[in-house]
């Protein structure tokens, strides 16, 4: 399957599916428990129909928002993922020169392959940094520190992880990070030479944000145990309160989903939430970001940013989410798999081929821009 065959998500997915060994396949394919929630997140899209307007004279479409003070040129970033080199060998790298052609926001985790400062330098477009709340409170002050110095716009923490999710695929290999597989996993790496000698011919696989805590070549700490023993599960409010204080900045809460959460977070100071559960890798069962939308919308959309991530796959999913009070919608799994068939003109594809989508379907709906959407272009069944 050559690149310019691929159309859709689906087709992404097929393709990183032939390039990756089985493992790491399933670790971006796969989710917590029976993946009841993984799926959904998309079915959740099929809860309603969207209602066009026509003979509206749309000629042009303005997908331009503003989220969190930063300027998009589409509704649509890159949410921080975990990980990305050992997807591809070019990682963050090929996102964020993907999302600064693009014109939007993009993220590096605290997990993340590629520093915060090379990915500043790579792309013009705002950075948001994803952080995870550690039992050492100098270990944040710095992380939050350096994500400053390096000229990060956005700060956000994430909230729905202080502890690992329960994932079967993983665990029937032996798949972690150093690799300790099993039989199974070994056999299925050897099936991918390909990914095995780029891995190998490139730099070495390494976090630099937490290189002093996680060594991936020694095996100091694996990252299950990264998330069980440095992780602080007693993080409460006042300790956001005191983050929110120390960045003076834009600061997000990522995996917030109900009203209450909403309000606590507006009353930290917080400038943004977003409604997700992860991609369905943490606590499978849990509601999706889009069935929670319209109800935290309502709750807080008049005084902070609400954008949500989980299961979008197509324009018509971004439009829906617009439609019910989001500023934007968060990717995932939508530009992994890309990333991982191709590298950056991967991504780009994927980005580029979003984009008209939503231009395309924008113009159907009657709809010169985002702020013309509104939640009587919808009809919930």
């Not at 159309?7 to 599916?17: E, G, P």
């Not at 990305?84 to 060998?89: A, T």
Request: hydrophobic share 40%.
């Amino acid at each position: 399957m050559r690149l310019r065959d691929c159309h859709n998500f689906h087709d992404f997915r097929r393709m990183a599916k032939q390039r990756l060994p089985g493992p790491i396949f399933n670790y971006i394919d796969g989710a917590a428990d029976d993946e009841v929630t993984h799926r959904r997140n998309s079915l959740s899209f099929e809860s309603c129909d969207l209602l066009p307007n026509v003979l509206r004279g749309v000629t042009e479409v303005d997908l331009s928002v503003t989220v969190m003070g930063q300027k998009l040129s589409m509704p649509v970033y890159c949410s921080p993922t975990a990980l990305q080199r050992l997807f591809h060998h070019e990682g963050e790298r090929a996102v964020a020169a993907a999302a600064g052609k693009s014109g939007t926001m993009f993220g590096v985790s605290s997990l993340g392959t590629v520093s915060l400062e090379e990915a500043r330098r790579i792309s013009s477009g705002p950075q948001v940094y994803q952080f995870y709340f550690h039992k050492d409170r100098g270990l944040n002050r710095a992380m939050m520190q350096r994500a400053k110095e390096a000229g990060v716009e956005v700060m956000m923490l994430t909230v729905d992880s202080i502890t690992g999710g329960n994932r079967e695929r993983d665990k029937r290999t032996g798949f972690s990070i150093p690799f300790a597989l099993n039989l199974a996993g070994i056999l299925q790496f050897a099936l991918k030479p390909a990914w095995a000698l780029n891995y190998l011919t490139h730099e070495s696989f390494k976090l630099p944000q937490l290189d002093k805590h996680v060594d991936m070549g020694s095996g100091t700490m694996s990252i299950s145990r990264y998330f069980t023993e440095m992780l602080d599960p007693s993080m409460s409010w006042d300790d956001v309160s005191d983050m929110v204080e120390l960045w003076d900045g834009q600061f997000c809460l990522k995996g917030i989903m109900s009203p209450d959460d909403a309000r606590r977070a507006v009353d930290c100071g917080c400038t943004g939430i977003v409604l997700s559960n992860h991609g369905g890798r943490q606590l499978d069962g849990s509601r999706t970001a889009f069935d929670q939308l319209a109800e935290i919308v309502d709750a807080v959309g008049d005084v902070i940013d609400v954008l949500m991530d989980g299961g979008v796959q197509r324009g018509t999913h971004v439009l829906k989410a617009l439609s019910l009070g989001a500023k934007a919608v968060g990717i995932g799994r939508y530009y992994l798999f890309p990333l991982a068939a191709a590298g950056q003109p991967g991504v780009e594809r994927a980005l580029n081929l979003l984009r008209a989508e939503i231009e395309r379907d924008m113009k159907l709906m009657g709809a010169k821009s985002v702020r013309d959407l509104n939640r009587s272009n919808l009809r919930f069944r």
